[in-house]
């Protein structure tokens, strides 16, 4: 049987390899719709694979501008969640490098995976270094999820 740790690197690594190369289909295999993201100071619930394409473009023209050539991701631990084999929760260490020179210090994420039509896909993740010197998550979607959750919490308020 293949371990928890073993699933979880194998989705790192494919993930990573479409970051790189920018391979959107690829990427897609690997990642659910809807995700969970969660950066250093802010969250964005991606719900359409438009919003993954905006997202993963912004995040590889950030990368581009800064001259990556290496985009690892390392697990550090992962486990079955308890009493479900359909779901594992793990932590990873990604480092960006242009050569042999790192773009920035090492950060971590934790990052839950699930297995949906028999493939292992992201589900959530969040960066826990919390002075992780990259913003992961496109400004835009990120500033209109924003707002719309102000404006339901007005909405809320009232009904009340």
Same mark, same amino acid.
């Given at each position: 049987?293949?371990?928890?740790?073993?699933?979880?690197?194998?989705?790192?690594?494919?993930?990573?390899?479409?970051?790189?190369t920018g391979d959107l289909p690829r990427l897609r295999r690997?990642?659910?719709i809807p995700i969970m993201l969660y950066g250093p100071a802010s969250e964005?619930?991606?719900?359409? +694979? $438009?919003e993954m394409e905006i997202l993963i473009a912004d995040y590889r023209q $950030?990368? +581009?501008?800064?001259?990556?050539t290496s985009?690892?991701?390392t697990c550090l631990s992962a486990r079955f969640q308890a009493g479900r084999r359909d779901m594992i929760l793990g932590r990873h260490s990604t480092l960006i490098l242009a050569g042999r020179a790192e773009i920035m210090p090492?950060?971590?994420?934790?990052?839950a995976l699930m297995r949906i039509d028999g493939a292992w896909k992201a589900?959530?993740?969040?960066?826990?270094?919390?002075?992780?010197?990259? $913003?992961?998550?496109?400004?835009?979607?990120? $500033?209109?999820?924003k707002k719309a959750h102000a404006a339901m919490g007005t909405e809320r308020s009232?009904?009340?």
């Amino acid at each position: 049987m293949t371990t928890a740790f073993d699933i979880y690197q194998a989705n790192l690594d494919a993930v990573s390899n479409a970051i790189l190369t920018g391979d959107l289909p690829r990427l897609r295999r690997h990642v659910a719709i809807p995700i969970m993201l969660y950066g250093p100071a802010s969250e964005v619930v991606v719900s359409s +694979i $438009e919003e993954m394409e905006i997202l993963i473009a912004d995040y590889r023209q $950030e990368l +581009i501008a800064k001259g990556f050539t290496s985009y690892t991701r390392t697990c550090l631990s992962a486990r079955f969640q308890a009493g479900r084999r359909d779901m594992i929760l793990g932590r990873h260490s990604t480092l960006i490098l242009a050569g042999r020179a790192e773009i920035m210090p090492a950060f971590d994420v934790d990052m839950a995976l699930m297995r949906i039509d028999g493939a292992w896909k992201a589900i959530w993740q969040q960066v826990v270094t919390g002075d992780a010197p990259i $913003e992961f998550l496109a400004a835009d979607i990120t $500033e209109a999820q924003k707002k719309a959750h102000a404006a339901m919490g007005t909405e809320r308020s009232k009904v009340r």
